[in-house]
Structures are given as structure tokens and as C-alpha cells.
């Protein structure tokens, strides 16, 4: 199969559907995701030291990460279900079995400040052989995250996908078998380099779309019945996705345009995130609005490279001093655009940034939800939202009668 590849690779890549274009090439939200879970495991480890980590899935520092990673839908959605806790089954045994907690987390910890291949081998290892019952492969999607060009991510589909192109029977659930499918796809990654990517995110989603039939490779193609509806199936259902997809960027980029207009409207620099800058919205590109660069801030480069990533910032006009911050957010992580919030306000207290979420009036309850958790309140950023409708609504009144960047607490709400 490794000879017939170059054109299965070329179909991926061609088709505008596929996981390489809507989730691997040009996608801001994966971009951010990175940080965000490297930060969830980050606290993971700090939980599980002070013995504050629960015994249960639901309310951890684990479920932010995995909730991360799912929103990731092209490849990922369903990543949680295997860190859910089922009682009856005592699976996965690292809430009440304290020693296997202390032990995962050891292995984050490590994973984190690894900087190689045979380290990370080593962590396997060593996690494995302790026997963790529940706990398999599916932390390699947790992997992937801190070491894109290292590990690749481990799902169903995948594994389905490389036991159909290579006529392999790789089992779902064990590292070694995780292992010896990694050492293949090591190999084809750097044979195909030119024309995959070094991040095993490329040609884990060719192995995704060929598992859940989305492509079918060569002489697979519509064996039976079976595979030709299943085939367009996944098209059409894929289809519907990307149009929601689509749907939603458009929301997303109208909502940073009436930011960036009030936001000049009052006198302020402005700025989008680096990667939205050619985003379009009635005909005109949102660089047009913006400072042609960030300006320089007095912080750390990791936390500056974050602040660049915010949806929207107001700057007092001639300086570097952050006046106001705002993260749209449409179906993502709200967790996720708090912490970016909440690094900017950390980094430069002295700012006395005024920080908001943009949201879908559909995700109120679960914006309040969010900014309602201890580990918020206590953090002491004070963060307010508003709601589309209401920036939609009075967007003109904002630019027409609004004298200061304060205008915007007229409309923003807070829990």
C-alpha cells in the first residue's frame, strides 16, 4: 500500500472536506487548542499532587483537556468517553486508586518536560507496565497535543483506518500494539514528508477519513453494499458539518468586525488575531481595521504568542497598554478563551484590562457556568460577557454616541 499512497495522499488533500483542509491546514482553533491543553495538563499534575484532583471524571482538570481536545470533532469528538469513570466496572482505576493517580500524573508531569522520542518511549513504558486497568492508548491523544511531530493520536477510527490501507489487525487498547502502529506511521511520515507534515496531524486524519469510510483507498473502494452506504453517508454528514463550520466562521469573523469598528470608534489601536487577519466580513478584510502588528509587551514570548492568539484587543492609541480584551467564542471551549483572558490580565496587572467573552445567546447559561467555577472566582480576574445579539444590536450606537472603551459596560453582563 505504501506505493499506492502518493494518490490516496493527493485525493486527501484535494478534497476540500477532508480532515487535512478543515481541520489540519489553516485552522486557528486547532492552533489554540495546543496551548490550551499543554495549560489543562499543566494543572492535572499540580491537582493530583495536592491530592485535590476528585475522584471522578466529572469536574477535574482532566475533563477541561479532554473537552479541549473533543472539541476537535473532525478527529477527535468522543475523545472524554474513555476517562469517563464507570463505577461498576472500576475503569479507568486513577480516581479512587491513589497510587495509579499519582503514577498518571507522574507520567504527564514527565511527558510535559520531555524533550525527545526515547523519553517519552520511556514513560510508555514505564505506564504500561504498571498494569493501569482502563487506561490505555487513549492518552496518546493527550500526547499528540504536547508533542505533535512525536506521537500521534490513537482513536478508533484511526486504528481502523491504518488496518484497512495496510492489511494490519492492530488492537484498539494496547501501548504495544499503539507502538508497533506508531513505528510504521514514523516511517511513512518521513517517506511521504514532502508531501504530509512532520505533525502526525496530517496523516492521522488521512487514516481517520479512510476508517470511517469517508475515503476508500484502491481496490477497498465499495467492496459491498455495506461500504458504498457508508461512504456517503460520512460524505453527506461531513457535508452538514462543514457548512455549520462555515456558518459559525462567519458569525465568529462578523462579530470581530463590529469589534474592531467600535473598538476604533473609540479611539482605540486595535488588533485581531494573527491568524484572522485576512478574514473577510461584507467585502472587507479585518487587517484593514487593525494595527499592521502587535505591539511589543512587556511579557514572556510563550505569553505574548498567546495574547496574539485573543480574538480582539483595544490598545490606548500610540502605546503598548491593553484596554480592553475579547475572546468570541462560537461552539469552542469557553474554558479555554477564559485562560487566554486571564494570562493577559496576570501578565501586565498594571494594565487594568477590561476582559470579555463574545458568545452565542444559545450559550449564555453555559458562559455563566463557566465563569461561575471556584477555580475562576478565586483566580480574581474580573471577566464579563456579552451576547451577539446584543453587539449585533447596538454596534452603530457603540461607534455613533460611545466616548470611552467603558461604553462597552452598557452592553456586557456579568455573574
Known amino acids: ?5 502518493p494518490p490516496l495522499i493527493q485525493q486527501y488533500k484535494a478534497d476540500s472536506e ?27 499534575v499540580k491537582d493530583i499532587k495536592a491530592c485535590s484532583f476528585g475522584n471522578d471524571f466529572k469536574g477535574t482538570s482532566l ?3 479532554l473537552s479541549v481536545i473533543s472539541e476537535q470533532k473532525q478527529v477527535f469528538q468522543g475523545a472524554a468517553h474513555p476517562f469517563y469513570w464507570k463505577p461498576k466496572l472500576r475503569i479507568p482505576d486513577i480516581y479512587e486508586h491513589e497510587d495509579n493517580k499519582r503514577a498518571f500524573g507522574q507520567f504527564l508531569e514527565s511527558c510535559l518536560a520531555a524533550t525527545t522520542e526515547q523519553q517519552l518511549l520511556k514513560e510508555i513504558d514505564i505506564l504500561d507496565r504498571r498494569k493501569i486497568k482502563g487506561l490505555g492508548p487513549a492518552v496518546a491523544s493527550i500526547l499528540y497535543f504536547l508533542h505533535p511531530t512525536l506521537m500521534p493520536p490513537c482513536n478508533t477510527a484511526i486504528v481502523n483506518g491504518f488496518n484497512a490501507l495496510f492489511g494490519e489487525k492492530i488492537k484498539l487498547g494496547s501501548w504495544s500494539e499503539y507502538l508497533r502502529m506508531r513505528d510504521r506511521l514514523r516511517d511513512l511520515n518521513q517517506e511521504h514528508r514532502l508531501h504530509l507534515s512532520l505533525d502526525y496531524g496530517a496523516l492521522s486524519g488521512l487514516l481517520f477519513d479512510v476508517g470511517v469510510k469517508k475515503m476508500i483507498a484502491g481496490d477497498q473502494q465499495f467492496a459491498t453494499d455495506e461500504d458504498r452506504d457508508k461512504y456517503q453517508q460520512q460524505a453527506q454528514k461531513r457535508h452538514k458539518e462543514v457548512q455549520t463550520e462555515a456558518q459559525e466562521e462567519n458569525q465568529h469573523t462578523e462579530m470581530q468586525h463590529h469589534l474592531l469598528r467600535v473598538g476604533k470608534a473609540l479611539g482605540c489601536d486595535v488588533t485581531t488575531a494573527i491568524n484572522d487577519r485576512n478574514r473577510l466580513c461584507g467585502g472587507q478584510k479585518l487587517s484593514f481595521l487593525c494595527l499592521d502588528q502587535h505591539p511589543e509587551l512587556p511579557v514572556p514570548a510563550e ?5 496574539r492568539l485573543i480574538d480582539i484587543v483595544w490598545f490606548a492609541p500610540g502605546t503598548n497598554r491593553v484596554v480592553a480584551a475579547f475572546e468570541v467564542e462560537k461552539s469552542t471551549s469557553i474554558y479555554s478563551g477564559i485562560l487566554r483572558l486571564t494570562d493577559l ?24 457556568a463557566q465563569l461561575s467555577r471556584p477555580a ?3 483566580a480574581g480576574a474580573t471577566i464579563r460577557y456579552i451576547l451577539f445579539s446584543e453587539l449585533r444590536q447596538h454596534c452603530e450606537a457603540l461607534c ?11 452592553i456586557a453582563r456579568s455573574v
Do not use: C
Not at 22 to 41: D, H, Y
Not at 345 to 368: C, G, I, N, W
Open 1 to 5: 500500500m505504501s506505493a499506492a499512497l
Open 18 to 44: 477532508s480532515v487535512y483542509n478543515t481541520w489540519f491546514i489553516n485552522n486557528e482553533e486547532r492552533l489554540k487548542a495546543f496551548r490550551s491543553i499543554r495549560r489543562g495538563v499543566q494543572q492535572v
Open 63 to 65: 475533563e477541561f483537556v
Open 303 to 307: 505569553v505574548a504568542s498567546t495574547i
Open 345 to 368: 490580565a496576570f501578565s501586565m496587572p498594571e494594565h487594568e484590562t477590561a476582559l470579555y467573552l463574545v458568545v452565542p445567546d444559545a450559550r449564555e447559561k453555559e458562559v455563566q
Open 376 to 378: 475562576i472566582r478565586a
Open 400 to 410: 455613533k454616541f460611545g466616548d470611552s472603551p467603558a461604553a462597552m459596560l452598557k
